[in-house]
């Protein structure tokens, strides 16, 4: 473990973005504390620029752009790793379930997860959403509903390579019941790919909801970046700085995060770990 820290923190581009990202939670956590300002109030003129009472400007109903963001910071990481979660929660059981058992378990489970795979995952998750109604519980789990292939089929990978070592036979030859051996055998040792692939399956699921928000099926009572830039993507010659902040928001975020998923993958990665 702690040479994986050493690699981690070696990245530089990691510990920039694991900064940025701390940065970003802070602001989501403290910005609404110490910013008394309600993201829906109207409390200026139309798109008013940046500056005076409203540093970031006004939207065009005269909300206020910076209170926008930071409580929109809130919903969105929240949303993002709600939805990550969820999507790992499918994939690892359908990967872990396809991998160790083998067969026709395997054949069923990867016919569903080829299925799941040609379907493009933005239009299936517009027409759930549309169909069950925008909201933040239908967002996170139509998220994780159209997301989760590809842990599935990395968990997969991974069970079938460790099912056959020497720790997992003596497992199976103590008497240990399949799910035990799953989920408390193999599993701990499947983590570290699982990990990378989790840390940067949450900037995946921002850019799902901003955009599914963008276009009008996010929920219409919560603030959130994607819903601030959906709502003034009209108005962007006339109010540019309703839609550039929280863009620039979202993009620091899932960079930040991409950065962070590089340094892990140098962290867990054995081949780098050895040298």
Request: aromatic share 12%; net charge neutral; hydrophobic share 55%.
């Given at each position: 473990m702690n040479t994986g820290w050493k690699l981690f923190l070696a990245n530089r581009g990691a510990v920039a973005g694991a900064l940025v990202l701390v940065l970003i939670v802070l602001?989501?956590?403290?910005?609404?504390v110490l910013y008394h300002v309600a993201p829906f109030d109207m409390v200026g003129a139309p798109m008013t620029g940046p500056g005076g009472e409203q540093p970031l400007g006004t939207d065009y109903l005269g909300r206020d752009v910076l209170a926008g963001l930071l409580y929109g910071a809130r919903t969105t990481l929240e949303m993002g790793v709600a939805a990550t979660l969820c999507t790992v929660f499918i994939g690892v059981t359908i990967g872990a379930l396809a991998g160790f058992h083998g067969g026709w378990v395997d054949n069923l489970l990867m016919r569903i997860t080829e299925f799941f795979q040609v379907l493009p995952p933005i239009l299936l998750a517009m027409v759930l959403v549309a169909v069950i109604g925008p909201s933040i519980l239908t967002i996170v789990l139509v998220i994780g509903a159209v997301s989760w292939t590809p842990i599935a089929r990395l968990t997969r990978a991974e069970f079938m390579k460790i099912k056959e070592r020497e720790f997992v036979m003596a497992a199976r030859a103590v008497g240990a019941?399949?799910?035990?051996?799953?989920?408390?055998?193999?599993?701990?040792?499947?983590?570290?790919?699982?990990?990378?692939?989790?840390?940067?399956?949450?900037?995946?699921?921002?850019?799902?909801?901003?955009?599914?928000?963008?276009?009008?099926?996010?929920?219409?009572?919560?603030?959130?970046?994607?819903?601030?830039?959906?709502?003034?993507?009209?108005?962007?010659?006339?109010?540019?700085?309703?839609?550039?902040?929280?863009?620039?928001?979202?993009f620091l975020t899932v960079f930040a995060i991409s950065l962070i998923g590089d340094g892990l993958n140098d962290a867990f990665n054995p081949k780098l770990r050895n040298r």
């Open positions: 602001s989501a956590m403290l910005g609404p019941r399949s799910l035990r051996i799953m989920f408390r055998v193999i599993l701990p040792n499947a983590l570290p790919p699982l990990i990378v692939s989790g840390a940067l399956t949450i900037g995946v699921a921002i850019l799902f909801e901003s955009g599914l928000s963008f276009i009008g099926l996010g929920d219409p009572d919560v603030m959130s970046w994607g819903y601030m830039i959906g709502n003034s993507r009209d108005r962007i010659f006339d109010s540019w700085w309703a839609v550039m902040f929280p863009g620039l928001a979202i």
